[in-house]
């Protein structure tokens, strides 16, 4: 059951991806070009309808599916490199230094997601800026902290008491012996960090702090069809629909990714 998720959950996040690169080159349209009447209902020309000017909602959801992931996926990539440094110092070396990595990671975890964002949003001023630097914030606790927990366990074993006793130099601990038994939390985390990041981008610019009109996202498209819900409910329905339908499968995903590279924690839940 859970291979038929994973593969179902993957399936779905190739073709967003897919749509996502389609937009790129414009495949269904110009998402800014003007192709019928305001809120026309779905037809001929314009198949998930038009937007309350007139802009056909298909290159619009498109778009704002490239706009999300991007935003996302650099956040988490940057999340992943800082996390990955931070969480494997801090399990190696303990002491002062695991101390203080710790603690700066605690104070950005206590925070609630949204008020961070907004926080963030503050500083640096509404914009794709915002919402990157607010992905890497609320994202990076979590994956630092289950960072230095595996890379704790992996520095108490032979090969590096024996690599220390040979000489070996500190960025070559960390970076041959340590990362690659790492690698596996790591890559479960980035999973389910980049769907926390695309849920991020959707509050953020649902609020208006995040991408800005009239680039399109989806928390923008989805902000902009709540005004409308009841005259052109397709306006809400179609990026609220991939919302959901991107983090699920990203999250099913991560599921599938867990239990291979954590297949004892896989059995215990059987």
């Known amino acids: 059951m859970k291979d038929w998720l994973t593969r179902a959950g993957m399936v779905c996040l190739g073709l967003i991806v897919l749509v996502a690169l389609a937009s ?16 026309a209902p779905p037809g001929p020309g314009y198949w998930l309808g038009t937007d309350n000017l007139g802009r056909s909602m298909l290159p619009r959801i498109m778009e704002g599916i490239a706009t999300t992931l991007l935003l996302s996926s650099v956040a988490v990539l940057v999340t992943a490199a800082l996390s990955a440094v931070l969480g494997i110092v801090a399990g190696y070396r303990g002491g002062v230094v695991n101390e203080l990595i710790m603690r700066l990671v605690e104070v950005l975890y206590s925070f609630p997601a949204i008020v961070l964002a907004i926080l963030v949003a503050a500083v640096f001023g509404p914009g794709q800026l915002a ?27 032979d090969y590096v008491t024996a690599a220390i006793i040979s000489g070996a130099r500190l960025p070559r601990i960390l970076g041959r012996h340590l990362l690659p038994n790492v690698a596996g939390t790591i890559a479960v985390q980035v999973t389910y960090a980049l769907s926390v990041g695309i849920a991020v981008e959707g509050g953020l610019s649902f609020l208006g702090f995040g991408v800005q009109p009239p680039q399109a996202s989806l928390g923008v498209l989805i902000q902009q069809g709540t005004t409308y819900m009841t005259a052109a409910p397709w306006m809400i329905t179609g990026p609220g629909v991939v919302f959901v339908v991107a983090v699920l499968a990203i999250n099913v995903v991560g599921d599938g990714l867990r239990d291979r590279f954590e ?6 839940l059987v």
């Open 263 to 268: 297949p004892r924690q896989a059995r215990s």
């Open 131 to 157: 919402a990157l630097a607010s992905i890497v914030l609320v994202t990076i606790p979590l994956m630092t902290r289950l960072v230095r927990a595996a890379a704790v366990g992996v520095a108490q074993r």
């Open 24 to 39: 790129v080159v414009n495949l269904a349209g110009d998402p800014d070009e003007i192709v019928g009447p305001r809120l």
